[in-house]
């Protein structure tokens, strides 16, 4: 017999209530990112930003930019821990932000899942607003879209866009490089947000890796070291534009740091930077070894423990050094700018890993 039953939303797997009380309990958290520049609340069909704000700029220039967190999310459902890959999106949106110099304004959020647990949304809204607080930025809106049939009851996916501004006479970027720029290097958190694809084919398919092992090389358990949130960098750049000169950032994230660096740098000029002025954290030497994989490949996949770049001149070395250090970043000279000549590239690495 056919089901002679009426159609109807809730049927479809679409629970409007639950989506209702995700909204209420993520509430609380977005108001910890407001702004003064913010009107309205949570629950408009827009985020309101108030521009005048910008009518201290000369020229304001806003930058945008939009990303989710990847694969990692599948670490986060395993373990049942929903509250750290927030920060995550945060990170990857903001820091490309502030790479142009830019200081970044608000944020809104796209949360997509198989099936709305209110207190699983929560738990990612309560990660992006605390990584708004990090980036100084507001959340100023969202949206979390309930797909039965195309995912499972318990998959789900984020993704971000962000604005910033920048005054027009202070962006940074490759125009501003010279010959003999030291290059600066700011120690990643973990792996941060990138490789996750071939993290998860080496060390949870083909090794079999339990996420809850404690790994003894890693001091936690492997699930712990993955679910790392990626280091929020914005103001700690900010900090380093007021304080002296800067003439670029790069954020390291997919592609490794020799291709992101040299996304910054002049066709005629060349970054060098020296593998021996640091040490990876072990979880990249766990992917490598286990995984047999060969460094060219795990450099260009992975940051191998450096998360952000800033070439600055010299004479400012000491004095972003300094500023780095008493914010609590550890950062060190990694390398310096060069004439391109016959290097094909804009960025290489030399030298091997310090022990």
């Keep these: 017999m056919p089901d002679t039953t009426g159609a109807s939303y809730a049927a479809s797997g679409v629970d409007i209530e639950a989506g209702d009380r ?31 704000a910008l009518k201290k700029y000369e020229r304001p220039l806003l930058a ?11 670490v986060a459902r395993r373990m049942g821990v929903y509250d750290t890959i927030g920060q995550d999106l945060v990170a990857m949106v903001m820091d490309d932000i502030v790479v142009s110099g830019a200081e ?30 990090l980036a100084g930025c507001a959340l100023v809106g969202g949206e979390t879209a309930e797909h039965p049939g195309l995912l499972g009851p318990d998959d789900f996916d984020v993704a971000g866009a962000g604005t910033g501004v920048v005054e027009a ?12 720029d030291t290059v600066i290097a700011m120690a990643a958190s973990g792996l941060h ?15 079999g890796l339990a996420l809850d092992a ?36 790069s954020h390291i994230t997919g592609g490794g740091l020799a291709a992101n660096l040299a996304r910054v740098i002049p066709d005629t000029l060349h970054a060098v930077v020296d593998r021996s002025t640091w040490t990876p954290d072990p979880i990249f030497d766990l992917v490598g070894r286990t995984g047999q994989v060969e460094p060219l490949e795990l450099e260009k996949t992975l940051n191998m423990g450096v998360g952000m770049i800033a070439v600055v001149p010299p004479d400012s070395t000491d004095v972003a050094l300094a500023t780095l250090a008493d914010r609590g970043v550890d950062a060190w000279v ?22």
């Design 193 to 207: 947000s990138n490789g996750y694809s071939l993290v998860r084919h080496v060390l949870l398919n083909q090794a």
């Design 334 to 355: 990694a390398g310096e700018i060069t004439e391109r000549g016959d290097h094909p590239t804009g960025a290489a690495l030399t030298g091997d890993y310090a022990a």
């Design 169 to 180: 006479d202070r962006l940074l970027g490759a125009d501003r490089i010279r010959t003999g």
């Design 214 to 249: 404690h790994v003894d090389d890693l001091g936690r358990t492997l699930g712990e070291e993955l679910l790392e949130p990626t280091k929020i960098y914005s103001l700690d750049c900010l900090a380093l534009t007021r304080t002296t000169e800067v003439h670029a950032f």
């Design 64 to 74: 945008s930019a939009t990303d989710g967190v990847g694969t990692k999310v599948d």
């Design 22 to 52: 995700a909204v209420e309990l993520m509430k609380e958290w977005v108001r910890k990112t407001r702004r003064p520049e913010v009107l309205g609340g949570l629950g408009g069909f827009a985020g309101l930003f108030d521009a005048s």
């Design 104 to 133: 970044p304004l608000f944020m809104t959020d796209y949360i997509c899942v198989g099936k709305v647990h209110p207190e699983r949304v929560a738990a990612i809204v309560k990660g992006i607003a605390e990584g708004c607080v």
